[in-house]
């Protein structure tokens, strides 16, 4: 598309799954295939990067070192100058666009800018880590209802709106994102607020890449194990009874 042509070109929300490029949909991948330009993320796969073509224009937004390359407003802005100069965008992010990605944000700003924008479903790392690590994250023996929650909060909020009672009190599967950074305090504040002991915890880093690593203990020991096994981010901690069917 021309630069001088007022219509503006559309932009696809695309969730590149949880690491393994098999695992994205085939609409995700034509996508890319086809696109102008690319906004990716730190944990979009390199290998589904190199399925777009040679003169795609390819801007990383992710983390650099723990911190942002860009502010959420200033990639919801570029979103915007990007359909301006280009027939297709790519808004690509690691597992669902829509999973504590701010995919939900970036579909407003193009909304209320009057850009065209489609959105694809990724599979989420929210249910691929349990599964990968040989974890269901439902199973009829042991729950009826899973429930998944954040455990690192935007850091401009000045308080949390993290309900640990209603977290603590749910039954069933309780999986946690963006969570290793305050592991040890969370698994705390859960038991403070009445989560079993003994439930059977895991974490599983780096699921559906050559790097999957996983350890299991209880709600009650998995700080430890992780600090022993060495996990860190990006992983998910399971906790619920169906950590019980994990090899
Ligand atoms: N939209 C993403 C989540 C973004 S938040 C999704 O649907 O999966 C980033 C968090 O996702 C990480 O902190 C981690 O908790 C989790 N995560 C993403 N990819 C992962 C992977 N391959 N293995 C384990 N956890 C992952």
Redesign the pocket.
């Given at each position: 598309m021309k630069a001088e042509d007022k219509t503006p070109g559309k932009v696809c929300l695309v969730?590149a799954?949880?690491?393994d490029p098999g695992l994205m949909t085939l609409r995700g991948k034509e996508l890319v295939e086809r696109a102008d330009c690319l906004v990716y993320?730190a944990?979009v796969p390199a290998s589904v990067l190199a399925w777009a073509s040679p003169d795609c224009e390819k801007i990383y937004v992710g983390k650099r070192s723990g911190v942002h390359a860009m502010p959420q407003s200033q990639i919801n802005e570029l979103l915007v100058t990007c359909a301006s100069r280009h027939a297709c965008t790519v808004r690509l992010?690691?597992?669902?666009?829509?999973?504590?990605?701010r995919?939900g944000e970036e579909a407003a700003a193009l909304y209320a800018a009057g850009v065209p924008f489609e959105v694809v479903p990724?599979?989420?790392?929210?249910i691929?880590?349990p599964a990968l690590a040989g974890i269901p994250v439902t199973h009829r023996a042991h729950c009826t209802q899973f429930t998944v929650f954040?455990?690192?909060e935007d850091a401009a909020k000045t308080e949390s709106t993290l309900d640990i009672q209603g977290i603590a009190a749910a039954k069933g599967t309780k999986v946690?994102?963006?969570?290793?950074s305050r592991l040890r305090r969370t698994l705390d504040a859960l038991l403070e607020a009445g989560q079993d002991a003994d439930t059977p915890a895991a974490a599983?880093?780096?699921?559906?890449?050559g790097r999957?690593r996983s350890v299991s203990a209880t709600v009650a020991t998995l700080a430890d194990a992780v600090e022993e096994a060495g996990i860190g981010?990006?992983?998910?901690?399971v906790i619920g009874e169906v950590v019980s069917e994990m090899p």
């Open positions: 969730g799954g949880p690491g993320d944990l992010k690691g597992g669902d666009p829509y999973v504590f990605g995919g990724g599979i989420s790392s929210a691929a880590g954040t455990g690192h946690m994102l963006m969570g290793m599983v880093q780096w699921a559906a890449t999957q981010s990006p992983a998910v901690v």
